[in-house]
C-alpha cells in the first residue's frame, strides 16, 4: 500500500503556530550585535569596497579562507544583508532567524516522508511535533543568533534538502519508478556538493542518509522490483556506501599522521587527549538537548578544562563508557526500536568530523545544529501515538496526558528560547554572565 500524499488540515494549523512561536522565541535576540568570529568574517563584505559590480563580486565570494573551498555559499548568503561593511546586524539575524525556520520546516517535510515510508501511524503529527522540539530549542540559539554561524545552518539545510530528494526518489524505486533510483542519487551528490560549498561537514549527508537507509527504509521498504534494485543497489554504493568510506578512512588518515606527526603548535593538547575531551564534550551536549536551560557557557570555551588521561579528570572514562554504550544499544536495538536507534546514531554520526581527529577548537554549542535534527523524533512518535495498538486514538487512556505533555515541552521550550535569546538582545548582560560563566576565559574576561 502507498503511503499517504493528503495532508490533513491540523498539520498545517500545527506547523504555521510551529514557525510563529518560533519568530516569536527569536524575536528579541534581533536587537543583538555582532560577536567574537563574527568580525573576522564579515568584514569581507567590503574589503574591495561595495559589491555592487560583478569584480568585487567574485573577489569576495572567492575570499574565503575557511576549509579548502572558502565556503562560497555561506558567503554569499551574507549579501542578502549588506553589499558593504560596516553594516547593522538586524538584518543579518533576522535572515538567520527565518533560515532556521525554513529548515525546521524542510525537518517537518522529511520525517513526515520517512513516517510514512516506514507506515507508522500519525505520522504528520509526530513529524511537526519533532520538528517543534527541535526549533524551539535554546541549544540552538547560540547558532541562528550568532551570525557568522549561518555556515554551520547551510549545511543542514542543503543535508535536509538531499535526503527529502533521496527518501521521494527512493519511494518512486519502491513503487517501480527506475528513474527514482537515479533521483535519489542525484539529491545526494546535489545537496553534498552545496553542502561542502557551504561548510565541509555537508560532507556527511551520504553518511547520515546510509544510516536511514539500513535502519528505517531498507527494512519497512525493500525494493522488491528486479530492475529498480539493480539500479538502486548500484547507485547507493556509488552514493552512499563510497562517499561514506571515502570520509571514514580520511578522517582515519588524519587521525593516523596526527598520532605519528603531531598537530599543529598554536593547540594546548595532543590529539588522544583532544579525543578524550571529546568524549566528556559530547556528553555535555547530550546534557543540553536532554536537559534544556536558558543560559550556558556561551560561546567563550577556550578554558574548557583537558582530559590528560582516561581518569583525569574522573569523569573522562564514565562518558567514554557511557558513548559507547549508546551506540551499542542503539546497534543492538536497530531492529526492535529502529526510530530510537536512528536517532542516536544520527547523532553521532553527525558529530563524526567536528568532534574527533580534526585539530579544530575543542568545544561548540553551534556543532550539534544537524546531529540534534532527529534527536526528538522518537518521543515526538510516542507523544503522537504512533506506537498505540488501538486504531482509535481517542480511547487510548494516555492520549490527555501525551496531549499535555506535548504542549508542556513546547511552551517550556519555546519560554527557554525566549529567555535565551532575550539575553542575546542584550549586549552588556550577555558579556557580564559570560565572563561569571567562564571565569578562566580570557576571550570571555576580555569581552
Request: glycine share 8%; proline share 7%.
Amino acid at each position: 500500500m502507498p503511503p499517504r500524499t493528503t495532508i490533513p488540515f491540523s498539520f498545517s494549523v500545527a506547523l504555521v503556530a510551529t514557525l510563529a512561536l518560533t519568530w516569536f522565541s527569536y524575536a528579541p535576540g534581533l536587537a543583538g550585535g555582532f560577536l567574537f568570529d563574527d568580525f573576522a568574517n564579515l568584514p569581507a563584505i567590503g574589503a574591495s569596497g561595495p559589491v555592487d559590480n560583478p569584480a568585487t563580486f567574485w573577489r569576495y565570494v572567492s575570499s574565503g579562507t575557511a576549509d579548502p573551498t572558502g565556503r562560497p555559499i555561506a558567503l554569499l548568503s551574507f549579501l542578502i544583508d549588506a553589499n558593504n561593511w560596516p553594516a547593522a546586524p538586524y538584518s543579518f539575524k533576522r535572515t538567520s532567524v527565518l533560515l532556521h525556520m525554513l529548515n525546521g520546516m524542510l525537518l517537518t517535510w522529511l520525517l513526515l516522508k520517512l513516517g510514512r515510508s516506514t507506515r507508522v501511524q500519525r505520522a504528520e503529527m509526530a513529524a511537526v511535533l519533532a520538528a517543534a522540539l527541535w526549533l524551539l530549542h535554546p541549544l540552538l540559539v547560540s547558532t541562528t543568533l550568532y551570525v557568522v554561524q549561518r555556515e554551520a545552518m547551510l549545511p543542514g539545510t542543503f543535508i535536509l534538502l538531499g535526503l527529502i530528494g533521496f527518501v521521494a526518489g527512493r519511494q518512486m524505486a519502491f513503487d517501480g519508478q527506475r528513474r527514482g533510483a537515479w533521483i535519489a542519487g542525484a539529491s545526494i551528490a546535489t545537496g553534498t556538493t552545496l553542502g561542502i560549498l557551504s561548510k565541509a561537514n555537508g560532507a556527511l549527508l551520504p553518511l547520515l542518509a546510509w544510516l536511514i537507509e539500513v535502519i528505517l527504509l531498507a527494512p519497512n521498504a525493500p525494493i522488491t522490483n528486479p530492475r529498480c534494485a539493480r539500479i538502486y543497489r548500484r547507485m547507493r554504493w556509488l552514493t552512499l556506501s563510497l562517499p561514506s568510506l571515502i570520509l571514514i578512512g580520511y578522517l582515519c588518515k588524519r587521525g593516523l599522521a596526527g598520532f605519528i606527526y603531531g598537530i599543529d603548535d598554536i593547540r594546548p593538547w595532543s590529539l588522544g587527549e583532544r579525543l578524550l575531551t571529546e568524549a566528556r564534550i559530547v556528553v555535555e551536549y547530550l546534557g543540553l538537548l536532554w536537559l534544556p536551560r536558558p543560559y550556558t557557557a556561551g560561546l567563550f570555551n577556550d578554558a574548557y578544562p583537558i582530559s590528560t588521561s582516561l581518569l583525569s579528570p574522573g569523569t573522562t572514562l564514565p562518558c567514554i563508557l557511557l558513548i559507547a554504550g549508546l551506540i551499542g544499544t542503539a546497534v543492538a536495538l536497530r531492529k526492535r526500536h529502529p526510530f530510537l536507534a536512528v536517532a542516536v546514531l544520527f547523532f553521532f554520526a553527525a558529530h563524526v568530523m567536528e568532534s574527533s581527529v580534526l585539530p579544530l577548537e575543542l568545544y561548540f554549542e553551534h556543532r550539534n545544529y544537524v546531529p540534534a535534527m532527529l534527536m526528538f523524533w522518537p518521543i515526538a512518535l510516542w507523544l503522537a501515538g504512533s506506537f498505540s495498538r488501538n486504531d482509535d486514538v481517542s480511547r487510548d487512556d494516555s492520549r490527555k496526558l501525551r496531549v499535555a505533555l506535548s504542549f508542556g515541552l513546547v511552551a517550556l521550550l519555546a519560554t527557554l528560547s525566549w529567555l535565551r535569546a532575550d539575553l542575546w538582545g542584550h549586549p552588556q548582560e550577555q558579556a557580564l554572565i559570560w565572563a561569571y560563566k567562564n571565569p578562566d576565559s580570557p576571550r570571555a574576561q576580555a569581552f
